[in-house]
C-alpha cells in the first residue's frame, strides 16, 4: 500500500522560530510536493523536486525553502514563522512520467503560529 | 481571477440523490483533469481522472470535461453519507504533475 508520511499531524509553534516539516514516501517517486491548504483556497503549491537536491518554486514560495538530500524525503522549512503561515501543509509525492499524474498525499500538518 | 474556479458549497442533499459537482478554468492549456476527495483531517486521494474531453465513468462516479467551455463536472449517483467530504478539482498541464486545485466544495449526504 503507498505511503507518504508526515511527521507530524499538529504542530505549535512561535513567531519567529524556524519550523522543519518532513515527509517520507515510499513508493520510490521521482516527484514530490509541499501545498498549503486554507479554507476558500484550495491547494496551492509551494515548491516541488522532480529528484533529488533539485527544487523549483511553487505559486507562493516566500517564506519557505525546501531540502531533498534523499529520494524518498522532502523537507519543507519555514525560515521565521509567522502567524500568516498558519495552514495545513500537505506533502504529496508522485511518479514521473507521461500520463501519470496521480498524486498520493501525506495525511497533512496543521501548523499554528502563534 | 483564480485559475481555477470551484463553488465551495456547503452542498446539502438526501441519501439517494444525484450530485453535480462543477469547476470552472481560464487557461486552455490544461490536459489532464482529475477529481480528489478529502475526508475531513484526512489528505485527498484520487478519485477520478480524465485526459482531455470526455466522459469517464466509475461505478457510481461520472467525469465529464467539455475543454470548449473549460468546464469540468463530477456526477455522483444514489449519493450515500459515506460520500460526504470536500471534492477538489485539479489540472494540469503535462505529465510534470504540477497540479493547480479548485477551492474545492465541501457535500454532505443526509441519510
Known amino acids: 500500500d503507498v505511503k507518504v508520511t508526515q511527521s507530524s499531524r499538529y504542530l505549535v509553534k512561535r513567531t519567529g522560530e524556524k519550523v522543519f516539516l518532513e515527509c517520507v514516501q515510499d513508493?520510490?517517486?521521482?516527484?514530490m510536493f509541499w501545498y498549503r491548504q486554507d479554507p476558500g483556497l484550495g491547494l496551492r503549491l509551494i515548491y516541488f523536486?522532480?529528484?533529488?537536491?533539485?527544487?523549483e518554486k511553487g505559486d507562493i514560495p516566500e517564506g519557505y525553502s525546501v531540502s531533498r538530500e534523499k529520494k524518498e524525503r522532502f523537507s519543507l522549512i519555514l525560515e521565521s514563522a509567522s502567524t500568516n503561515q498558519t495552514s495545513m501543509y500537505l506533502c504529496a509525492s508522485s511518479p514521473a512520467g507521461e500520463g501519470n499524474t496521480e498524486a498520493f498525499f501525506g495525511q497533512g500538518t496543521r501548523l499554528t503560529v502563534v | 481571477q483564480k485559475e481555477v474556479e470551484q463553488d465551495p458549497g456547503p452542498l446539502s442533499v438526501p441519501e439517494g440523490a444525484i450530485v453535480s459537482l462543477n469547476c470552472t478554468y481560464s487557461?486552455?492549456?490544461?490536459?489532464?483533469f482529475m477529481w480528489y476527495r478529502q475526508y475531513s483531517r484526512k489528505g485527498p486521494e484520487l478519485l477520478m481522472y480524465?485526459?482531455?474531453?470526455g466522459n469517464k465513468e466509475d461505478g457510481r462516479f461520472t467525469a465529464q470535461v467539455d475543454k470548449s467551455s473549460k468546464y469540468i463536472s463530477l456526477f455522483i449517483r444514489d449519493s450515500q453519507p459515506s460520500d460526504s467530504a470536500t471534492y477538489l478539482c485539479?489540472?494540469?498541464?503535462?505529465?510534470?504533475?504540477?497540479?493547480?486545485f479548485g477551492g474545492g466544495t465541501r457535500l454532505m449526504v443526509k441519510p
Open positions: 480524465t485526459y482531455s474531453s
Open positions: 487557461n486552455s492549456a490544461f490536459q489532464y
Open positions: 485539479a489540472m494540469s498541464y503535462n505529465a510534470g504533475n504540477m497540479l493547480t
Open positions: 513508493m520510490d517517486h521521482e516527484n
Open positions: 523536486s522532480y529528484d533529488v537536491k533539485m527544487k
